[in-house]
């Protein structure tokens, strides 16, 4: 016999870690609307309308644009099992965790790695970048963080971007933190493929990866010699979420779905620059608060992201034991460095719905409450 | 400008397709509860519940027992992925879509593959499989459809996993139509892979994949060379959800967990074999009443799935019609043959929430008024 738990009954948080943050009423109740099928011809007039809306958020009009039933992480496995082949030469940004991710995953993927790294708290220049493309004329991809969760740096993409254009390499950019909170212009920076999660700046739960690939993208894919992963194969997906009659392939995260469509709804209704102003104003209003306690921030101020800050813990704070007095005391969750390379460090995120300077003082009200 | 669509108002639907399956009330409301961090030590414990109520429903007491966050297709992907190396031999029983689709799979994978065909309707003989093994001794995986989705036949997969015993091979099933809606111990029969999905007999909606691992299967990752898939690495996925303190990996789905949770505690509750029981009872009303309506079943009835049933289209008549008549008219969902090959058939799913004689009563009233 297995003992049967309690029903489920969490407290209540304020999310201001690294993601998942605290989505809007209407995105959770959107949830609750009556399920479809997978192949139901209703689903497949809402699969469309997500469609429509996450090529207005990337600003991607040509190529695929859908969203994975996966992780994020499963979103930059894909663009590179779809992007690489084994002994393909990968250039590589590395300023933290997920640049590590994206080595250690092309690794796996049999690639060659090239990896440009800077330190924590710094962006890769672009400079570099652009010698190692010169010094490795073979190399089929470029791949930077456009937003580093780990740091709380943001590449300079659309100079990356402007800077390859011509260039046989593609460009591949995790947008994990960085899609419906900081400017992000898929085709206008020329990204041949973007990843990124639903619950960070768009504001639905987690569970969805929605990817973005190019035409350029889709011609080097459709050129393989090595078969792509079964589960996440781009032109099979395409033909469920975007041909009609829909082809049957999985089936969808229909519940998810839903959110993600009243969330994408909500960035639309927004619009993307006071969206991103918005972003941008919280973080402001968080630095501002953070300074004014003497608090140091981990990135250089010149590529600081709005969406994650990440703070220097003060020599002589046991940064644990003030996140989770943070969360038991006041229900705000913070998150710590990731990895066991990361500086001692605490990440405050202010995302979708949490991109408010109210929240911002929130957070630093408890904080003054527990250091 | 993106044109903003107005928001969802999807219409009720009786899901009795091949699944998703409505789900109930109680799980519809887990997933209003307030939204965790993915790493917060209250999320930890209700990942730990989660497992050990998994254990339960796969009777699987050693090994690894975890939901992905992905697709069922995903889980037969991962345990492919992990089970075989470039080049090794597969043995695969074939009845259907989703024989075929371990095939294609595993071909992907690099897999040299043995199919062993039945036509739809059929079980694949497991002296054919016997013999098969016999004559490859180098094959290092049996591969078969326990709940044959596409055509409504259970393998006999008890007996299988006996005759199998002490042999160095190891065994695959895709339990997606069959966790929680037909009997499936995984210990007791010996399975070194088991794979499945939330969104059929288990009760909670479409996004995740609870998988089950034996040791041996364990063993046999640990001494690969070739690596896995990053993001669906078993021995990561373990370190974040049952090793304590977790180990970060991915951002998991929370709402959806808890939705498994809730539903995982409503079987615990009705317990195993009354739950079967009540599977078999709402298909063998549907049946009996599908038989005195002249209708004839696409399966042997001796391996004939109780949470699924197929059922050939007569003579003269329009399938796809008579699913839209259910549709538009009834509100109901069934249905139809899966991929180009298929026999003209009907797929009426009673699982989960919806596995019972009044659902099938009502499936039957409506095609009484359609047909």
């Given at each position: 016999m297995t003992e049967i738990p309690p029903p489920l009954n969490p407290p209540d948080r304020l999310l201001c870690g690294p993601g998942p943050s605290n989505v809007s009423p209407a995105v959770l109740a959107a949830m609750q609307r009556p399920l479809l099928g997978h192949m139901d011809p209703d689903l497949a007039d809402i699969l469309l309308e997500v469609v429509a809306l996450l090529r207005g958020v990337y600003r991607a009009r040509t190529g695929i644009v859908l969203a994975l039933q996966a992780t994020g992480t499963s979103g930059m496995e894909t663009g590179l099992a779809h992007l690489l082949e084994p002994g393909d030469t990968a250039i590589v940004g590395v300023n933290g965790y997920f640049g590590r991710r994206i080595v250690e995953i092309a690794g796996r993927l049999g690639a060659k790695i090239v990896a440009i790294e800077s330190d924590w708290g710094y962006a890769v220049?672009?400079?570099r970048l652009l010698d190692c493309v010169d010094a490795h004329p073979d190399a089929r991809l470029v791949a930077?963080?456009?937003a580093e969760t780990s740091t709380g740096v943001e590449h300079p993409l659309a100079e990356l971007g402007a800077a390859l254009r011509g260039r046989d390499v593609l460009l591949m950019a995790d947008c994990v933190t960085s899609l419906g909170g900081v400017e992000l212009d898929v085709d206008g920076w020329g990204i041949d493929y973007a990843y990124s999660c639903t619950q960070k700046c768009l504001g639905a739960?987690?569970?969805m990866a929605?990817?973005?690939?190019?035409?350029?993208?889709?011609e080097r894919i459709a050129a393989r010699r090595a078969p792509v992963p079964y589960s996440f194969d781009l032109g099979l997906l395409e033909a469920y979420w975007a041909t009609r009659p829909a082809?049957?392939?999985h089936t969808a995260p229909v519940l998810h779905i839903y959110a993600l469509h009243e969330a994408l709804r909500?960035?639309?209704a927004e619009g993307l620059a006071p969206r991103w102003s918005r972003h941008g104003e919280a973080a402001a209003a968080l630095r501002d608060g953070l300074a004014a306690r003497g608090l140091e921030l981990l990135a250089e101020p010149e590529h600081q992201l709005a969406p994650l800050t990440a703070v220097r813990v003060p020599d002589g704070v046991d940064a644990r034991r003030v996140q989770t007095r943070l969360r038991r005391e006041h229900?705000?969750?913070?998150?710590g460095g990731l990895g066991p390379?990361?500086?001692a460090m605490w990440r405050i995120g202010l995302m979708g719905y949490n991109a408010q300077a109210t929240v911002a003082a929130r957070v630093l009200e408890a904080l003054d409450a527990v250091l």
């Open positions: 220049p672009n400079d930077v963080v456009h739960p987690p569970g929605p990817v973005a690939v190019s035409d350029r993208a889709l082809a049957y392939h909500e960035v639309a229900g705000i969750e913070i998150g390379s990361a500086p």
